[in-house]
Every structure is written in structure tokens, then in C-alpha cells.
């Protein structure tokens, strides 16, 4: 098994469609900050430099790196500096943490591709991993345990039309 890092916004929003792929587990959480074990509202309220990440852990021979890029590409805003949808301010903003040079290589090569098909530069941090610290447990599985909220949170960030 492997893990891998994403920052896409929200991290209730994109937690479902990596399982639909074959990760095993998805993790919210926060990465890439200096306070030890932040809170959301901590986070939330842009006082620690963390982002809210998801931590994906996943089996290679199931679905590669590259497909777990494709999928974050596929589902943010590579183009706003200023965070995803609806949610605004540095720990909505993106990025890719990477483990080791093979991942930062291929992140590096999805970035340049995605700037060239669109011709303008993308707002993904690519990073060394740092640190993660995994979420208050009401964050994790939102989707399953509050399924109308996390519908209307879909529709009102407009990740989801109606």
C-alpha cells in the first residue's frame, strides 16, 4: 500500500470520488503548516498555513499515480489562486504533496501538460511532504454520515449543479 496527498479544496467535496477509482481509504486532514495537530477552525480561520488535504492510501496494482492525478485534476479549479469554489483563503488553496522524486516527476509532468492545453499557468503548489494530521473524526466519511448536507454543500460551492 502507498499514500499520496492532495489539497483540493474542500476535503468533504472530494473525499467520495477517490473511492469510486479503488483507494482503499481516504483520510481528511491537514498538511503542510507548522502548528502541531491544528483544528478546523484553526484552519478554517487561516491561522496555522495548513490546507485541507486528503490523505489517500491506495494499492498501485489497483490504481496508479497517475490516474490519482487525473482524478485531482479533474474535480478542482487548477486556475484560482484564491481557493476552490465557494471556499475561499489559503487552506482551500491547492497543492500536491509529494513522497518521493518518481511522484513530484509525474505531478511536475500533469502540471506542465494542463498549462499547456490551457496555455496559462496553473495555482498548484507542488510540495514535499511535510506533515498530516488526520481531521476531527465528525470530517471523515462526511458524504456517508450526512448525505443531505453534503449534497447541499456540493450545490451551493457550485461543484455540483441542480
Known sequence: MKEAYFAGGCFWCVTPIYKMYGVDKVICGYAGGDEVDPTYEQVKHQETGHRETIKLVYDPAKVGYEKLLDIFFANVDPFDPDGQFIDKGFSYTLAIFYCSEEEKALAEAKISAVEAEADRKTCVALLPYKNFYEA???????????????????????RKKE
Not at 458524504?143 to 454543500?153: G, I, Q, R, S, V
Request: charged share 40%.
Open 136 to 158: 476531527e473524526e465528525y470530517h471523515q466519511d462526511y458524504y456517508l454520515k450526512n448525505p443531505e448536507a453534503f449534497e447541499k454543500e456540493l450545490i451551493e460551492s457550485g
